[in-house]
């Protein structure tokens, strides 16, 4: 099958969220997925292109500025000429779960870096391409989107090293739908409310009634829908939970 | 062109975004539109009529209890037996902008009565619908939608006959949503940030770049992405703007 | 003693945050008490003009315009020429808790009516004195109060006669903010979390740590602050709550 | 004049709202004056000892976890058994406002750096002070306090280097107050909003109304009106602007 028109770029993919947008945005789009180790996206990378999709994988750190610039450059060697359609950050925040005296300045960092260092890195290597592809004729104006967790709007105990990152990822995204809305970039900021039926999830909430996971399928019809909003009616930021979910 | 399988409420349907929704949703269930007087919505029942769909309309004030138990008492009669798969509350809110001092009391309460008691009495006719349709098997889980504003999050001088009655619909959906969400309804709030292109806008902003106004029937298809969502995978808010738009 | 040289009012007096805010800011002010039945406020009325105070209370429904409007052409008589320093609406939203379905529309409206639409009706009644209070040489800057719950940040299942006019209040009071902050009067809005030790909640929180609910005179003081900060520095919103409390 | 019995440390002391904060918090305490270059604290210092109360200062880098701890060592060799009643963190962010095209990686770093990270190590070092103060019999619960901004709660085009350190700095005192409350240390969050009168900003807002900028003094007032207040009834946030702001 002929590639297609235009890429989208996924950072953070596993076998849950990132796969499944990965796997949604390939019916229109080359995809790129990008994940620290190579096991992560192969098994998706593989199936995407069985199926009669195209993709590709690249082994890349988004806190490390000279590895995202180097998969940019080599995007665009392999896909010369195809506008950006969409660069999506779904990088889950690494941290660790401690009280708070026992937590280290490393262990701190960590959940800042991995939620909001590599978004930065990551949105400052898409954008020119994304503001590029804002003035081609692309179906759908080019997206920007993170990933973000309830974390985002609530604090709590034990997470200080998770919620301050995802915290300042929400007020980044904010920036950058001000600043990069009037150039035809759509900025969105999804918050994700819940536990996500992944395997690692598989023996989780085992008594919950049916349903009580999110499911990462209905998570990437959701980014996709709001990719396909046009420039006059975009969403910045919405919630996503089960029904069942307490908040 | 035989009556779909289920129904689906809009109130507050004029040229705008009550009349998009309905033809939005018309693709898979028999609409029914409410306003305060038929020519606001007869244009609306007819272009659908004629286009295959099925629609009616019916004179009501959302303010009014017994007004609105009888609309679907006779939406009970007029379609037998099929479930509501969905029932949204388009409303805006009636209201006077003007100096705090100058606004009467009932130029305060009018902001309230339009934007959160009408919500309140059609939530309570829709809701023992929604829930029966909860289990039946509708391909889409039954959605009790509002529609809201930005003044449902931000104060404004001079806006306080209409902001606290917006502040309190978005409180109403959240409390509908924590305790009918579990029952399998889904219940969510929009927040439309930004001048709708209407007849009625068809003269402002004159001056900004072209798409400034939020288009109608993008709104219509963001309700229905978030109609579509499986359960396990809701929606409660989200934000919808021109790109443009300062915020 | 001789009568202070301005007037406070604090609407909603009963025998926790509004007696203590009433004794705290008689040290400074003639206080004027309300409250629908003159038993609510008559011990405390006693209290400070026995304590060296002055004190008088009046009985006033905030829901009704003229029953307002009377209590302020009073106090000016009563105390002729005196500036109003502070007032403060003080009115616990009325609500009955349960679930959506058994709510009736005037249940729904009791909360709005205590909780706002009281709170418009005596903000139009004080606002013509604070501003001519701002252009008189206090101490301190004419303050208008209004008391909150948690219910005004969030929603939740039962509390739909209640939380709906706390948002409501909320949006209010920024407005109020926005628009009267400008002609010197000092805008608040005390969000208060938790269970207040009255003589009604003395059973309540029995195995609950020590010192688990807010105390009143405290609550006082903190609104004493708030009323004493300059022009300059003004806070508009805080939060109250114990030390043990869970949010 | 003799020492007094308990310390409060305050971080971040130039001539504006550290300074002021410091001078007040001498009324009663002991008061270590913490910033980058003794020149920012040596007046302050100077002027507190010759007024009849007790400081001194550190020259000390928050980024520098080894730094603040030697600071809290020499404190608690200089004022031997004396409990920490109050540690502020007064530090403004440092940040670079440019496109965020043209910010660099170091720059990003920047704000979160000093406006989260130094938080963070400020705070684990002062927290098993303040947790031990807690157990003795101080006038006021031993107080952990943070300065933030209005950038906490609202992104910005061109301050993707400054607002999201401030979101999660914010996000940390939420965690950090949930977290030891409980154990009778009151967290709080100042959202201050607006220019700050100081010698840096004197030629700012110079056609504005009297009054326009922020009372350095009037904050410190504030902020002691917050650690006055008993752990029944704490403030976790509130807000400061002048009466002119517009927000």
Chains 1, 2, 3, 4 share one sequence.
């Not at 990378?45 to 750190?61: H, Y």
């Not at 506008?83 to 690494?94: E, K, R, S, T």
């Not at 970039?185 to 395997?199: A, L, R």
């Not at 349903?211 to 396909?228: E, F, L, R």
Request: proline residues 7%.
């Amino acid at each position: 099958m002929a590639a297609k028109q235009a890429i989208a770029l996924v950072a953070g993919v596993g076998p849950g969220t990132g796969a499944a947008i990965a796997k949604k945005f390939a019916s229109l789009y080359n995809v790129v997925l990008l994940a620290r180790t190579p096991n992560s996206y192969e098994a998706t990378v593989k199936e995407i292109n069985e199926s009669g999709g195209t993709a590709i994988g690249f082994p890349a750190d988004v806190r490390d500025e000279v590895s995202i610039k180097n998969v940019f450059e080599q995007v665009t060697k392999e896909f010369p000429d195809k506008p950006v359609a969409a660069a999506i950050y779904n990088v889950g925040g690494v941290f660790i779960r401690k009280p708070f005296l026992e937590q280290s300045v490393e262990g701190f960092k960590l959940g800042y870096e991995t939620s909001v260092l590599g978004a930065f890195i990551f949105a400052q290597a898409a954008l020119p391409h994304l503001i590029s592809a804002a003035r081609s004729s692309l179906s759908h104006p080019p997206s920007l989107f993170f990933t973000g967790a309830t974390a985002a709007v609530k604090g709590s105990p034990y997470l200080q090293s998770f919620s301050p990152g995802k915290y300042a990822l929400r007020s980044l995204t904010q920036s950058l739908a001000k600043e990069f809305g009037p150039e035809g970039v759509h900025v969105s900021h999804f918050i994700i409310d819940g536990v996500i039926d992944t395997p690692k999830t598989k023996e989780w909430l085992k008594d919950a009634p049916e349903g009580s996971k999110i499911d990462p399928a209905a998570i990437a019809d959701t980014y996709w829908a709001v990719h396909q909003q046009p420039r006059t009616t975009w969403t910045w930021e919405l919630d996503i939970r089960p029904y069942v979910e307490k908040w």
